[in-house]
């Protein structure tokens, strides 16, 4: 098939456009390499899907309406969008609110448009899209549920992609364009994102540079192991909802699904997952919460189960130690 993946060369884009191509599909790959964390990491990635035969990439920004319409003039017998370009990270959109709105809210707007003609032109089949654990935002309720009413969201970026799921549906309503929405949960691995905690605290440690500890470590965070959620995103592509069945919202062939482990993991007791796998600690600085951040995420997988098989297989004792590995690999 030939699979259009937005932000190819972001960490979640790049090993879905590995296993893609890997499965035998042709792969359109776009992505503005902006400069939100070391931009030498996404030409790592893009380098690597570069040298695969079946890879295409459009350097582009999604926000930019003539550069979608020249892909869309290119390539108009896409059969899958797998839309998961996004200004990403929760703090980061309370300093920078406007890029939010660039790449999540007017290139999602974007994104849903090139899906509809490609949907109208009868190629496209299925629009899949990134949302996330933040959608849940001040619930109190765990394990967070699909069936869970979100409009709590604690920081911009939870906002847009609350609003990415709203956008989404009215599309499905409207033009009966099939579309899921997939809420990662704390995604780490290889040539993960410098800006997540799990990445900052390894360099910290190796750097023998103290850490902070929001909340004074009263946190759990539901972590996934980037193989677990590949194999979610490539799998659900071949679920495109009808409008009638399961799960499906207000009748519009439109679905959402947790991407999780299923298991909260105490922030504390991942720190020490990840100083094992140093085999060296550090000196921990206790801070209050942190505006944008919440306490608690933990995902209710039902749905993503018995809809298309999802099944996590990597516990942080597993999955800690094979980052660490490519961590000490990549920046030696
Ligand atoms: N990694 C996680 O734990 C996690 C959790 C929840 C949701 N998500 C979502 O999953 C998706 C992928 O996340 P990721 O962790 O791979 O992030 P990432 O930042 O590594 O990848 C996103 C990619 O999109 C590109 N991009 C951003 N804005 C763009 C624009 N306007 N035009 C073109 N390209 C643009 C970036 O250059 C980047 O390469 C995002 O939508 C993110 O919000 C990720």
Redesign the pocket.
Known sequence: MKILV??A?????FHTTQKLINDGHQVIG?????G?YDPAL?TARLNQLQALEGFTFYP????DEAAVHKLEADHSDIEIIIH?????GVRYSIENPQSYV??NLV?HANMLELARHLHEKGHLKHFVY?S??SVYGANKKTPFSVEDVVRSPVSFYAATKAANELMSQSYAHLYRLPATGLR?F??YGPYG?PD?AYFSFTKAILEGKPITVFNNGDMRRDFTWIDDIVDGVTAVMNFAPTGDAFHTIAGAPHRVFNLGNNKAEKLLDFIETIEKALGKTTQKIMADMAAGDVKETFADITAAQEIFGYNPKTPISKGIPAFVEWYKDFYQ
């Open positions: 937005t932000g060369a972001g960490f979640i884009g776009i992505d503005n390499q902006n939100y996404k582009m920004d999604i926000a998961l370009a996004a200004q990403a660039q790449s290139g990134a996330s654990s990662f704390t995604v994102r997540m």
